[in-house]
């Protein structure tokens, strides 16, 4: 079974489309979350999301674009574009938001936004971290997003502090051996100084995680955020991936 991992979506069609090109055939599409936010497709990304029957959780940003006073701790033009989501998101988009849990165990694996202990607020950028959050889920995988950037941690069989494991594209990563933490990267917001999409493949039966950047048109969605009126600044940052 060959499943697409995303995460961090962030309402940019664009970016969205490309990544399920590169993806090709898959036999599942798992999310973790931040679909909306910051982008000026809530609606048509998760409309493609409900195409393809993709499962997940609910980020930082899908509570914000849904009422929760997780807003007031955004910085200004998150809160700016997390209102401007709230007024535009559909009946039917609204519907799916609300459905997605802050926690999902599916398939003997766990996914999450941020982290088991803090799902909607840690971001796990440390051992330490990293750890824990292995600690808490059943299972050798959980899969994560919210730092925007592609990471694994590794804790090997015999246990001890977890190690970070720094995926390179067109290397594959064995997961036959250990507990593993995964973060496939953002696909509509990268922050690793590379703009391209990032997303994860996985392969349930060759137990093998591969990482992906795919090129899209960043100006046709920088264009749709300038138009929606949303912060400069969330366009002019896609083009750096910062
Ligand atoms: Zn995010």
């Given at each position: 079974m060959r499943i697409a991992v995303v995460s961090?979506?962030?309402?940019n069609l664009p970016a969205l489309e490309a990544v399920i090109a590169a993806a090709g055939a898959v036999d599942a599409w798992w999310h973790c979350g931040d679909?909306?936010?910051?982008?000026?497709?809530p609606n048509e990304v998760v409309a493609r999301l409900r195409e393809l029957g993709a499962v997940g959780v609910t980020g930082n940003h899908d509570a914000a674009a849904l009422g929760s006073p997780i807003v007031e701790w955004f910085n200004p033009d998150a809160h700016r574009a997390a209102l401007w989501t709230r007024d535009v998101i559909s009946a039917e988009t609204r519907g799916w938001l609300v459905a997605l849990p802050e926690t999902l165990l599916h398939e003997g694996r766990t996914l999450v936004h941020?982290?088991?202990?803090s799902p909607l607020e840690e971001n796990v950028t440390t051992p330490s971290a990293a750890g824990a959050a292995l600690d808490l889920v059943p299972g050798a995988l959980c899969l994560h997003g919210h730092t925007h950037v592609p990471i694994a941690w590794r804790i090997g069989p015999s246990g001890g502090a977890a190690v970070e494991v720094r995926p390179t594209q067109g290397r594959s990563i064995d997961l036959s051996e250990g507990r593993f933490l995964l973060n496939p990267g953002s696909?509509?917001?990268?922050?690793?100084?590379?703009r391209d999409a990032s997303f994860l493949l996985l392969d349930l039966e060759r137990r093998t995680a591969d990482w992906r950047r795919v090129a899209y048109p960043v100006r046709e969605t920088q264009d749709a955020i300038r138009k929606a009126g949303l912060p400069d600044r969330l366009a002019s940052r896609l083009g750096q991936g910062r």
């Open positions: 961090d979506i962030h309402a679909v909306v936010g910051y982008g000026p497709h941020g982290s088991p202990r696909v509509g917001q990268p922050r690793d100084g590379d």
